[in-house]
């Protein structure tokens, strides 16, 4: 079973749009994370929640909205979508956090390409 | 601002050679983790090692062992034996002050030729 699992794994959309990436652990993690990967292969965090409270929240567009129903899934909307947006978004989680030197486990990322 | 850096954008070395990528860091934590993630051709990010800054002793997992030098916040990785399979980007991270993130380097390209 994949630890952590996002769909799609690939999207292409048009300008405009509106879309979702899902994103579930089955390792009964409680804190949950969006990184954002670009062209440059730069990792940059943009979400962090534990326990499905946002405890990071990045300087990111309001356009970006993750939402956590429960502490297994961490979802990531996307309004409005722009060219600047194309990345590659990773999913990731660990059990509280990384202070305690807990490893975040990662997706196998969402390539979206905005035409 | 709490920075990674990576001062090795590429590099290459020969199979069953060694190599060594380099990472420093800044942090105004006493104690904090930092890891070295390999990122191959396929995009997944998998953990190769992490290093407690309390703990003296550098940590080793099979060929990868780290050079840690906590008063020049210093993190670098050592590849022995290199093998096709180590091509990939390899990223430097450091737990960030607020325990709920990891800030990564830009990364090093590293590319085992046989």
């Known amino acids: 079973d994949t630890a952590v699992s996002q769909t799609p794994k690939y999207l292409v959309t048009q300008m405009g749009n509106d879309k979702s990436i899902k994103c579930e652990q089955n390792l009964g993690h409680d804190t949950m994370y969006w990184y954002k990967q670009d062209s440059k292969k730069f990792l940059k965090i943009m979400f962090s929640?534990?326990?499905?409270?946002?405890?990071i929240n990045e300087t990111v567009p309001n356009r970006f909205s993750p939402k956590s129903p429960d502490k297994a899934h961490l979802n990531l909307h996307i309004n409005s979508l722009e060219l600047g947006d194309s990345a590659v978004y990773f999913c990731?989680?660990?059990?509280?956090?990384?202070?305690?030197?807990?490893?975040?486990?990662f997706g196998e990322g969402s390539w979206l390409t905005v035409v | 601002a709490q920075t990674v850096t990576q001062s090795q954008p590429e590099m290459s070395v020969q199979e069953a050679e060694t190599v060594t990528l380099s990472c420093t860091y800044d942090t105004s934590e006493s104690n904090y983790y930092l890891f070295w993630y390999k990122q191959p051709p396929s995009r997944q990010m998998i953990l190769v090692i992490r290093q407690e800054a309390y703990k003296q002793q550098n940590a080793t997992e099979n060929r990868f062992s780290v050079n840690f030098q906590k008063a020049a916040k210093s993190f670098s990785l050592k590849i022995s034996d290199s093998q096709l399979g180590d091509t990939a980007m390899y990223f430097c991270?450091?737990?960030?002050?607020?325990?709920?993130?990891?800030?990564f380097g830009k990364g090093t390209s590293l590319l085992v030729t046989p």
């Open positions: 991270a450091c737990d960030s002050n607020s325990g709920y993130a990891l800030n």
């Open positions: 929640y534990n326990n499905k409270e946002l405890i």
């Open positions: 990731a989680s660990s059990q509280a956090n990384t202070h305690s030197g807990n490893t975040i486990y």
